[in-house]
């Protein structure tokens, strides 16, 4: 019998144990637990809650219909009726702060001519589950779901609250989720803890090497670098193309490599990969933990695994460039979208002044980009909290592997609540590394999940979620 069933076993023993309801074999209450699963996950990804235009208001109705008869307490919270936001609760006699379980209810949009399998139809082929979502982020909110029924079913005794929120509006970062919620509705979702979205368990090569936990975030910035000069015939060139200026800045800009630093959670998660990973590689992790040899480590980073190199810096990437209408028209305006992922910790307006120097051009000016930045800094969740200890502990249990804190290049709604002092920790399903290059990855063309791995990561939710919250 694989080890995640013999877990799931014991998991549902101890749970009839301590409910007194023990009338079925542990078998069959892992098979049912396996197929309600899945039936919810599937029913879930056929909901087409692509963003724009979003819609979460379907998926929000359907765990509403599953949640209230199991007589689980919901209320709903919308800025806008059709992207609404849901909270479940199951209360706790108080003794400990509440856990609050996030999954984000909309997907990004799709180019359905490019997908093998319609993506809204969750089909099952060979081993895999595919549909818009499937990785990013259904399997969280059918997880949340999930642990709230068995909690609820289980009947039992909690220490903390457990704070279930499906959430609008996180592609993009939009005004009708997370930040509605932590405007408007705090007290409501106001946790010691957090498990959302962004880690993983990372498989390479058919071999399980190690859980990813997202500790912190890189901060997205959005600035607009606009050159301007005098507008003029082609056949005349002149030296204030604005063109011609900005591309000599994003050149500079390309070339900069800027400051590495490590902070706590990564400076734990290189020197984790040096303890699992093959000589030459852990070599260059062990230089940067130490500060040895750091630029030809940088250089080999930057040409051959560029996360990494993403990882020990606030990175720029220029994006978006726009400029000129007419091939024989000098333009009096050019401009470039610049990328920027700041360290949590980065002071950005010494770093805009920087760059600024950098640029040293005063026919350019950086400005804020119109639709803003929207995600908060804020300090890395600690390494050695009672979560932490109790996520790590279940990796090793069901996969035999160690857990690596991580800091992650992209952004997630995690950071909003950060930033108000709650824990939050990112955690997900088993990937292979393999997929993202194939299409197979989070936003890709075929996304897909193994659905082996789904049911995992199912069991070991509700798993860190009971030992975090069940009453000693």
């Excluded at 750091?294 to 990882?311: D, G, M, W």
Aim: aromatic fraction near 6%; proline fraction near 7%; charged fraction near 20%.
């Amino acid at each position: 019998m694989p080890n995640w069933r013999v877990f799931l076993i014991l998991v549902l023993c101890l749970a009839t144990a301590s409910s007194g309801r023990g009338d079925q074999p542990p078998s069959s209450d892992a098979d049912a637990w396996e197929a309600e699963a899945l039936r919810h996950f599937l029913a879930i990804l056929r909901l087409d809650t692509r963003n724009p235009p979003g819609n979460e208001v379907q998926v929000v109705d359907y765990l509403k219909g599953v949640l209230e008869p199991a007589g689980i307490e919901v209320k709903v919270f919308a800025r806008d009726p059709n992207r609404p936001n849901l909270v479940a609760w199951l209360r706790g006699n108080g003794s400990k702060r509440p856990l609050l379980l996030m999954g984000h209810t909309d997907v990004v949009t799709v180019d359905e001519t490019k997908w093998t399998h319609p993506p809204f139809s969750a089909t099952r082929a060979g081993g895999y589950i595919y549909g818009r979502g499937s990785l990013d982020d259904k399997p969280s909110v059918a997880a949340g779901l999930m642990t709230m029924l068995h909690l609820k079913r289980s009947g039992v005794a909690l220490d903390r609250d457990v704070i279930f929120l499906a959430e609008a509006s996180e592609e993009g970062n939009g005004p009708f989720g997370i930040n509605h919620m932590v405007a408007e509705h705090w007290p409501e979702i106001d946790a010691e803890y957090c498990l959302a979205e962004g880690g993983s368990v990372v498989r390479e090569g058919g071999q399980v090497r190690f859980a990813s936990v997202t500790a912190t975030e890189k901060i997205p910035h959005t600035i607009r670098m606009v050159a301007r000069g005098v507008a003029g015939h082609g056949s005349v060139p002149l030296q204030s193309n604005p063109i011609v200026h900005l591309s000599q800045a994003i050149a500079r800009i390309a070339a900069w490599r800027t400051p590495m630093r490590l902070n706590e959670t990564t400076r734990a998660y290189f020197d984790g990969l040096a303890r699992l990973s093959p000589p030459e590689d852990a070599a260059r992790y062990r230089a940067i933990v130490e500060g040895r040899d750091v630029e030809a480590v940088q250089n080999h980073f930057a040409a051959k695994a560029p996360l990494f190199h993403a990882l020990l810096r606030t990175s720029i990437s220029p994006n978006v460039i726009t400029g000129g209408y007419l091939r024989n028209v000098i333009p009096s305006e050019a401009e470039v979208i610049l990328d920027i992922r700041a360290l949590p910790d980065e002071d950005m307006p010494a770093f805009l002044d920087r760059l600024r120097a950098l640029v040293d051009d005063p026919a350019i000016e950086l400005l804020p980009a119109a639709t803003g930045n929207g995600r908060p800094a804020a300090p890395p969740s600690g390494l050695g909290t009672e979560a932490f200890a109790v996520i790590e502990a279940a990796h090793r249990r069901v996969y035999g592997v160690a857990t690596l804190p991580t800091m992650m290049s992209g952004a997630t709604d995690a950071a909003q609540v950060r930033a108000r002092g709650v824990q939050c920790y990112g955690i997900g399903p088993m990937i292979d590394r393999e997929d993202a290059a194939k299409g197979f990855g989070a936003h890709g063309d075929q996304e897909r999940i193994l659905e082996a791995a789904f049911l995992q990561f199912v069991r070991v939710h509700a798993e860190i979620v009971r030992e975090l919250a069940a009453a000693r």
